[in-house]
């Protein structure tokens, strides 16, 4: 009886720590400042990058700076990183050197976010709610790295680790999608109202994931969508 109830408990305690499921109109809720909350996400596809989409939506309370996506390798932990700089807006980074987006805040609301790079020209395109900013350039020629620590609600200053609680997001993540591929205009505007390429690297409705501290899922407070996949 005694090894049966510690094999529960074991499968308990393993299944609130991992999953692998359709996070549909689910969100990540992150209610404090902590250097200790965190989702980790495992990618399906483990090849290097010459190019990438990340879409995802945001909604932060918080006065500071803090991190929105963060993919590390161990030659690089800011492999890629989305982050926004409290007072100059989002930066996008991509093997550490970084564009800057400029904005006077953010958004109170609820905000949907696709940043896209590709290798071939090094261009660099930040979507907001479906909107284009000015694009940039960032990294032509470069490859992005294999076996990524890939984390949500922090800032990695090493591989897997080094978070800083004044860098950490307060507020819900949700419908994180990542492509291996620039997607179209035509494609992030569909996404944004709630069409579904595919993801081949990171796909929200099936999601490999791990969450530390205190992240609790909660249903999403943007706009639900149940469209369909292409």
Known sequence: ??????????????SQAFGHEDMSKQAFVFPGASATAYVSLEAESKKPLEAFTVCLYAHADVSR???IFSYATKTSFNEIL???????????????PEVLFSASE????PTHICATWESATGIVELWLDGKPRVRKSLQKGY??????????????????????????????????DMWDF?????????VYVGRVFS???L??????????????????LWPLTDCCES
């Open 1 to 14: 009886m005694e090894k049966l109830l510690w094999c529960f408990l074991i499968t308990i305690s393993f």
């Open 65 to 67: 700076s803090f991190s």
């Open 82 to 96: 989305l982050f926004w700089t409290r007072g100059k807006g989002f930066s996008i980074a991509v093997g550490g």
């Open 106 to 109: 953010i958004p109170e609301v």
């Open 143 to 176: 490859t992005v790295g294999t076996n990524a620590s890939i984390i949500l609600g922090q800032e990695q200053d090493s591989y897997g680790g080094g978070f800083d609680m004044n860098q950490s997001l307060v507020g819900d993540i949700g419908d994180v």
């Open 182 to 190: 620039v997607l179209s205009p035509e494609q992030i505007n569909a």
């Open 199 to 201: 993801p081949n690297v």
């Open 203 to 220: 796909n929200w409705r099936a999601l490999q994931y791990e969450t530390r501290g205190d992240v609790f899922i909660k249903p999403q």
